[in-house]
């Protein structure tokens, strides 16, 4: 059974920093591509970061430069540190996973975690 389970949301200051966390079990984590993505209320979910089995990376362009996406396949954990967060990057955030990296990007992904809340004040 695929399980994604996110953790590290709270709630900051603007330009404070969060890292999330993704922890993966039940497939072969390896071979997946992975992504964060996020919602706020009133708006359409969006890709945040992705990062595929070769280590590729892509990112929002709202958040270049602030946040970065990583993934320790030991731990098979996928995390995603977020630094000079502002009051736009208040969402639920939510980690997936699929084999094809083309799922991820179009947010068709086979498996996604419950989501971890965000909140940004000014």
């Known amino acids: 059974q695929v399980q994604l389970v996110e953790s590290g949301g709270g709630s900051v200051q603007t330009g404070g920093s969060l890292r999330l966390a993704c922890a993966a079990s039940g497939y072969t984590y390896s071979y997946y591509s992975m992504g964060w993505f996020r919602q706020a209320p009133g708006k359409e979910r969006e890709v945040v970061a992705t990062i595929d089995s070769d280590g590729s990376i892509t990112y929002a362009d709202s958040v270049k430069g602030r946040f970065t996406i990583s993934k320790d396949d030991a731990k098979k954990t996928l995390y995603l540190q977020m630094n000079s967060l502002k009051p736009d990057d208040t969402a639920m955030y939510y980690c997936?996973?699929?084999?094809?990296?083309?799922?991820?990007?179009?947010?068709?992904?086979?498996?996604w975690g419950q989501g971890t809340q965000v909140n940004v004040s000014s």
């Open positions: 997936a996973a699929d084999f094809r990296p083309v799922n991820l990007a179009n947010m068709k992904a086979d498996y």
